[in-house]
């Protein structure tokens, strides 16, 4: 069942692979991490644990499996500390109560979607 799913207008890059400014690199990750709290505190979704968090990255191209993860690194951690408040920041999206699966879809348009689902045990 889907407790909560949005598309968010958010570029994500391979991490891995970026050979941008720390400056540059730093003010993504910023406005991503923002941006996952300002939606969250619009909408207030009841999430339940255990869930699953299929994140997608929808670009014109595509990322290899080891890399679509790093992608999606800053936005993790956003969701996880939004879901499991009270850990030191970054360490919530360790816990086992969230699964995490990453997806793309190739389409002209550049955005992030977040589906958050049940998760039977």
Request: proline fraction near 5%; include cysteine.
């Amino acid at each position: 069942m889907i407790l909560w799913q949005k598309v968010l207008e958010l570029k994500t890059v391979s991490e891995a692979n970026s050979s941008e400014h720390w400056r540059a690199k730093h003010k993504r990750h910023v406005i991503q991490r923002n941006f996952i709290r300002a939606v969250f505190m619009q909408d207030r979704p009841e999430i339940t644990l255990p869930c699953k968090i299929v994140l997608t990255r929808v670009s014109p191209r595509s990322l290899d499996t080891d890399n679509l993860p790093c992608a999606f690194k800053w936005i993790r951690d956003a969701i996880a500390d939004l879901i499991i408040p009270g850990l030191a920041p970054g360490r919530a999206d360790g816990d086992e109560l969230i699964e995490w699966v990453y997806e793309q879809e190739k389409q002209s348009q550049r955005c992030t979607k977040i589906t958050i689902l049940t998760r039977c045990e």
